[in-house]
């Protein structure tokens, strides 16, 4: 399958939070992680909420949350999609979730509330985590063995796809997943979304393999333990400002 091609403008009312934008960018290691997955994808985020800012003349703008270096950090990141688009060097997606699932099983709040602690802690990315989880054929070996590139969840530190699995299992989109070995071309992969992509920008030729085709039970591998979050909820409608 390949994206519709469509613009930022004619996208951005009607994406919703968990709508996942999919990165192919240009830099060493985003060519390093292309590569090792045997993809066009190598990195992920996700949309974390809309906000009005002129009810007389409806304009808003979308939120991105994802775990990257940006703004000096290093790590998970809030800003305007807007402002991604217009610095970003490479291939962007918009991989709206799916319908049903939106309105059967997607807890808002929980995703909310789970992403926004993970910001406001400023967790750092999680390098080794990633190239580990970019090494998935050395995985599973002969007599129920695993390498030693199997990841173990941890959620001290995120890499990009981790942050956005995690929050899914959380919210409710998925089953039990080890969120620690999910690559961003895997959660691309992930059949949860509607039936049709789009590519906001970068070259038409490149597009997302296998999109929407595999169960996100097969990355439960090396799961350990449920998350859980007794901090104070969030209200969902909050405006985050990030410099």
Not at 54 to 60: G, H, P, Q, R, S
Not at 92 to 120: C, G, H, S, V
Not at 219 to 235: K, L
């Amino acid at each position: 399958m390949n994206a519709i091609q469509i613009t930022y403008d004619e996208a951005r009312e009607k994406m919703q939070p968990g709508d996942v934008i999919a990165f192919g960018g240009k830099g060493n290691f985003s060519e390093i992680i292309k590569f090792a997955t045997f993809s066009d994808v190598s990195h992920i985020g996700v949309i974390l909420q809309t906000k009005v800012i002129d009810y007389e003349t409806d304009k808003f703008f979308n939120q991105i949350i994802e775990s990257t270096s940006l703004h000096g950090f290093n790590g998970v990141n809030i800003s305007r999609l807007s402002e991604r688009l217009s610095t970003y060097d490479g291939e962007m997606w918009w991989l709206p979730l799916n319908d049903e699932i939106r309105k059967t099983r997607f807890d808002q709040k929980k995703f909310y509330n789970f992403l926004f602690k993970q910001a406001k802690a400023s967790k750092p990315y999680d390098m080794p985590q990633a190239i580990n989880a970019s090494l998935d054929a050395l995985d599973k070996l002969p007599f129920g063995l695993h390498s030693p590139t199997l990841n173990r969840e941890d959620f001290s530190r995120f890499f990009c796809s981790e942050l956005v699995a995690a929050a899914f299992e959380l919210a409710g989109v998925t089953g039990p997943v080890n969120a620690s070995e999910v690559t961003p071309i895997d959660l691309c992969r992930w059949r949860i979304y509607q039936d049709t992509y789009y590519q906001l920008q970068g070259n038409p030729n490149k597009k997302i393999s296998r999109f929407n085709t595999s169960s996100p039970s097969d990355w439960n591998v090396g799961r350990q333990s449920e998350y859980t979050d007794d901090s104070t909820s969030v209200d969902a409608g909050t405006t985050l400002v990030y410099q």
